[in-house]
């Protein structure tokens, strides 16, 4: 898909990161707030963009201020570290 923006010049220079290809700015700021409002997923977010991998999407959310681990994430986080704790257990026994 194709989109193009008119922006005043004026309102160039304050919207856009210095060097920064316009284009580029535009899909990542597009980008970024669709994954905030968790419309597309981080998998997503990294093909769209080209980053290749998860370690370096965290630098480029870091950079853009998402931070997005919730609650939900750090309880997902725990019961996965403690079901690998039990089977760690388990085979210990065994």
């Not at 856009?16 to 997503?44: H, K, W």
Request: charged share 30%; glycine share 4%.
């Amino acid at each position: 898909m194709l989109i193009t923006l008119d922006v005043p010049h004026e309102f160039a220079s304050p919207l856009l990161p210095a060097g920064q290809d316009p284009a580029r700015a535009a899909l990542e700021a597009i980008a970024v707030e669709a994954y905030r409002q968790r419309r597309i997923s981080g998998y997503q977010l990294r093909i769209l963009l080209g980053i290749p991998t998860r370690y370096e999407l965290d630098g480029f959310l870091k950079q853009h201020e998402v931070y997005d681990y919730t609650i939900e994430d750090f309880e997902n986080d725990l019961a996965s570290v403690r079901e690998l704790d039990k089977k760690r257990k388990a085979e210990q026994l065994a």
